[in-house]
């Protein structure tokens, strides 16, 4: 059973330019949360979201951020016009819907973004 | 929303217990335990979740005070792989705090 796949592992802009970030879940799972994490810093939550509905998204910057979580295929968090102070590691979670306000979540290995 | 308070960084020897302490006073009644940890340049990974009875899991054990205001995670042998920084959270209905909020955490260095 794989585990969150998340991709590109590593990805490097050109500020100005945009960044496309992929994340599937789990098998089965319907509950994403994407996760920014500056160099030394912890996880700073951004958005919650389940097939076709963002559910929370308190976390995100007002502008240049977009993410959505299709009824088919991966979620997708959209970063337009990137500036160097969105290089950071970006971590989705997944978790079933049952549980899903309490139980664990499963964390892929995060995109690396690096802005130029 | 429930926060939780932990120590910066501790070390430890290997092959020896671990215990790294939670503090959550605002704690609500609905509110999980959870703790994870975060190896270096990887996600994070759950290791194990109570709400008040202590639970022992492959990874650790999780105690839990009489009152709920703090937990301890026990690493019964500490080993050079579990060097990470772990995180300790709340989750629950209430409140908004269903969305898991991670603070800075304990980083825990094992020596070997």
């Given at each position: 059973?794989?585990?969150?796949?998340?991709?590109?592992?590593?990805?490097?802009r050109r500020r100005g330019?945009?960044?496309?970030?992929?994340?599937?879940?789990?098998?089965?799972?319907?509950?994403?949360?994407?996760?920014?994490?500056?160099?030394?810093?912890?996880?700073?939550?951004?958005?919650y979201l389940q097939k076709?509905?963002?559910?929370?998204?308190?976390?995100?910057?007002?502008?240049?951020?977009?993410?959505?979580?299709?009824?088919?295929?991966?979620?997708?968090?959209?970063?337009?016009?990137?500036?160097?102070?969105?290089s950071a590691a970006y971590?989705?979670?997944?978790?079933?819907?049952?549980?899903?306000?309490?139980?664990?979540?499963?964390?892929?290995?995060?995109?690396?973004?690096?802005?130029? | 929303?429930?926060?939780?308070?932990?120590?910066?960084?501790?070390?430890?020897?290997?092959?020896?217990?671990?215990?790294?302490?939670?503090?959550?006073?605002?704690?609500?009644?609905?509110?999980?335990?959870?703790?994870?940890?975060?190896?270096?340049?990887?996600?994070?990974?759950?290791?194990?979740?109570?709400?008040?009875?202590?639970?022992?899991?492959?990874?650790?054990?999780?105690?839990?005070?009489?009152?709920?205001?703090?937990?301890?995670?026990?690493?019964?042998?500490?080993?050079?792989?579990?060097?990470?920084?772990?995180?300790?959270?709340?989750?629950?209905?209430?409140?908004?705090?269903?969305?898991?909020?991670?603070?800075?955490?304990?980083?825990?260095?094992?020596?070997?």
């Open positions: 059973n794989a585990g969150v796949m998340q991709n590109p592992r590593h990805l490097v330019q945009e960044a496309r970030l992929r994340c599937s879940p789990m098998k089965g799972h319907s509950h994403v949360y994407w996760y920014r994490q500056l160099p030394e810093e912890g996880l700073k939550f951004m958005v076709e509905n963002i559910i929370d998204e308190s976390g995100m910057p007002k502008e240049r951020f977009s993410a959505e979580f299709p009824k088919e295929g991966p979620s997708i968090l959209r970063i337009q016009q990137v500036v160097r102070g969105d971590f989705c979670a997944s978790s079933p819907a049952q549980g899903s306000l309490t139980g664990e979540l499963f964390f892929g290995e995060g995109s690396r973004l690096t802005v130029l | 929303d429930a926060k939780t308070t932990q120590p910066n960084s501790m070390e430890s020897n290997e092959e020896e217990p671990v215990h790294l302490p939670c503090n959550h006073s605002t704690i609500s009644g609905t509110d999980y335990i959870h703790w994870y940890r975060q190896l270096p340049s990887q996600g994070p990974e759950y290791v194990i979740h109570g709400l008040t009875s202590n639970v022992n899991n492959r990874m650790a054990s999780l105690a839990i005070a009489e009152d709920r205001k703090s937990s301890t995670l026990i690493l019964h042998r500490a080993t050079l792989r579990d060097a990470a920084v772990y995180y300790c959270i709340l989750r629950g209905p209430s409140g908004g705090s269903y969305i898991p909020t991670f603070g800075r955490g304990t980083s825990l260095i094992v020596h070997p």
